[in-house]
């Protein structure tokens, strides 16, 4: 199984690396809904309604051209991102579950089991919120209709729900290993890379949070 962990490491820091660049492309998401603002990935994954997803779509159009083009390059160029993420993210929690089904015997062996393939259920998900959004990325973005936005809308609740719970119990059961002692030293290790991997991940964050920021104060009378 030690094979298993050293591609976990491999998988979960390549997560953390794309993660810290896809923040990075994030910071350049501006769109004219009411007037010129921010948004985030989590604003098109949960829209209140399909008006509004639209509404955030068509802004980005309406914006000056120089921070129109900056938004929606940098949107596209996070979805198509994505799709380099979706494997590595759920591959890291596929693989975890492995690692932790194999400490288990009978039940919690096919729980842990069971987990880990229903990774397969938010990479699906993922990549059609991905499909979905790309396809809809124009300037006469139109409103969908009522079923399509509550199937999407459904998928993106599923994705999270599914990657959730195998998250919240593997961390579970690796406090459960740590407290009763149930691990092997060679696995320290392995612990070690991951939190230097993160640690990593939160240095490069700030670095790229000092980046320019744009002043939206001189856009904000385009919408009046």
Same mark, same amino acid.
């Given at each position: 199984?030690?094979?298993?962990?050293?591609?976990?490491?491999?998988?979960?820091?390549?997560?953390?690396?794309?993660?810290?660049?896809?923040?990075?492309?994030?910071?350049?998401?501006?769109?004219?809904?009411?007037?010129?603002?921010?948004?985030?990935?989590?604003?098109?994954?949960?829209?209140?309604?399909?008006?509004?997803?639209?509404?955030?779509?068509?802004?980005?159009?309406?914006?000056?051209?120089?921070?129109?083009?900056?938004?929606?390059?940098?949107?596209?160029?996070?979805?198509?991102?994505?799709?380099?993420?979706?494997?590595?993210?759920?591959?890291?929690?596929?693989?975890?579950?492995?690692?932790?089904?194999?400490?288990?015997?009978?039940?919690?062996?096919?729980?842990?089991?069971?987990?880990?393939?229903?990774? !397969? /259920?938010? #990479?699906?998900?993922?990549?059609?919120?991905? &499909?979905? =959004?790309? +396809?809809?990325?124009?300037?006469?973005? %139109?409103?969908?209709?009522?079923?399509?936005?509550?199937?999407?809308?459904?998928?993106?609740?599923?994705?999270?729900?599914?990657?959730?719970?195998?998250?919240?119990?593997?961390?579970?059961?690796?406090?459960?290993?740590?407290?009763?002692?149930?691990?092997?030293?060679?696995?320290?290790?392995? !612990? /070690?890379? #991951?939190?230097?991997?993160?640690?990593?991940? &939160?240095? =490069?964050? +700030?670095?790229?949070?000092?980046?320019? %920021?744009?002043?939206?104060?001189?856009?904000?009378?385009?919408?009046?």
């Amino acid at each position: 199984m030690q094979n298993v962990a050293a591609y976990f490491c491999l998988i979960f820091g390549s997560m953390l690396l794309l993660g810290a660049f896809a923040k990075l492309l994030s910071k350049n998401f501006y769109t004219l809904h009411v007037f010129v603002r921010k948004f985030s990935i989590l604003d098109l994954e949960f829209p209140d309604s399909s008006l509004e997803l639209t509404t955030y779509i068509r802004g980005i159009f309406l914006l000056p051209k120089e921070l129109s083009t900056r938004s929606l390059r940098s949107l596209k160029t996070y979805l198509y991102l994505d799709f380099l993420f979706i494997p590595l993210a759920y591959g890291s929690l596929f693989l975890l579950c492995l690692l932790i089904a194999n400490k288990f015997t009978f039940l919690g062996h096919y729980i842990f089991l069971i987990l880990a393939w229903l990774q !397969l /259920i938010p #990479v699906v998900c993922d990549a059609g919120k991905n &499909f979905f =959004l790309l +396809k809809k990325i124009r300037p006469d973005a %139109k409103v969908s209709r009522e079923g399509t936005h509550k199937a999407y809308l459904a998928l993106e609740r599923i994705k999270w729900l599914v990657a959730l719970v195998a998250a919240v119990f593997s961390l579970s059961a690796l406090f459960y290993f740590w407290v009763t002692g149930k691990y092997s030293v060679s696995s320290f290790r392995f !612990l /070690i890379i #991951v939190i230097i991997e993160i640690a990593v991940f &939160f240095i =490069l964050r +700030k670095v790229f949070a000092k980046g320019s %920021k744009i002043d939206l104060e001189k856009y904000q009378n385009i919408g009046n």
